[in-house]
């Protein structure tokens, strides 16, 4: 028989019910009615084509057929109940893998990690930087951060409102920093064009400019009194997303740096 065609659930029927002896209490110790139980049976005794118990006025008696594959049955459920710790194991790891644009890494991220790091000495964290596909299996990723108007095809969570400020000095000239993405310019005609909004940031604090980025990218430059805002939130729908798939997303350690990040 391929594997892809073991009954396994009649199997585990067939196990509880040849302990029990008692199809009510492999029922009880299966959650399930009496008459499931039953049902399982029978349709384990039509594919294997044997005879798995009888009913003698002493009760239910297993036939020499079912109790033959019994003791490899029980060793086979112990070899998955390992299995399955083998691979929950991982649950246990406090490294953490996370994908996230360079200058989101430079002006927000790093400095919440490090803090969140100082919560438990076991945590360690790999810093990759985000390409614009994602690839979780290949780069063994946890969790990735994205500029994006969704989590797309993946669970996530916002980090903050969506929205665009446009940031310089005083001192500075008034023509625009461009780089890509940017909202208002991609930098043609600009004094300066940049590679990221992290560096356009740095550049409008520097006086080349004003330089329209993220609000939450620039919260720390503006706090600092290295740029301030001029004029009204530009509206986007792009926002900073923590994504991953679903296994990743379920991962102990993951929730828990998910809920630190968007406290």
């Avoid at 993946?154 to 993405?181: C, H, K, N, Q």
């Avoid at 004029?231 to 296994?247: H, I």
Wanted: hydrophobic letters at 50%; a negative charge; one cysteine or more.
């Amino acid at each position: 028989m391929k594997r892809t065609h073991l009954p396994l659930n009649g199997l585990r029927v067939l196990d509880a019910a040849a302990r029990h002896l008692s199809f009510t209490r492999a029922a009880d110790e299966l959650a399930v009615t009496p008459a499931a139980v039953g049902q399982q049976i029978r349709a384990l005794e039509d594919t294997l084509g044997v005879v798995l118990f009888r009913r003698t006025a002493k009760g239910l008696e297993l036939t020499q057929e079912g109790g033959a594959g019994l003791d490899a049955l029980r060793q086979g459920f112990l070899q998955f109940e390992e299995a399955v710790r083998a691979m929950q194991a991982g649950q246990s790891s406090k490294t953490l893998t996370i994908a996230a644009p360079r200058d989101f890494t430079a002006k927000w991220l790093a400095s919440r990690l490090a803090a969140y790091g100082r919560s438990d000495p076991e945590l360690r964290f790999v810093l990759l930087a985000a390409d614009d596909e994602l690839d979780f299996t290949q780069a063994n990723l946890d969790l990735a951060i994205r500029l994006a108007n969704g989590a797309g095809e993946y669970e996530g969570a916002r980090l903050a409102m969506p929205g665009f400020v446009t940031v310089g000095v005083d001192s500075g000239v008034a023509a625009a920093i461009g780089w890509p993405g940017c909202p208002q310019s991609d930098g043609t005609g600009s004094m300066l064009s940049v590679a990221d909004a992290g560096l356009a940031i740095d550049a409008a604090s520097a006086g080349f400019g004003q330089a329209c980025v993220p609000a939450l990218l620039a919260e720390a430059d503006i706090a600092a009194g290295r740029v301030a805002v001029h004029g009204e939130p530009t509206p986007s729908d792009l926002a900073y997303w923590l994504v991953a798939p679903l296994p990743q997303w379920r991962q102990k350690k993951v929730k828990a740096l998910v809920a630190a990040l968007t406290a």
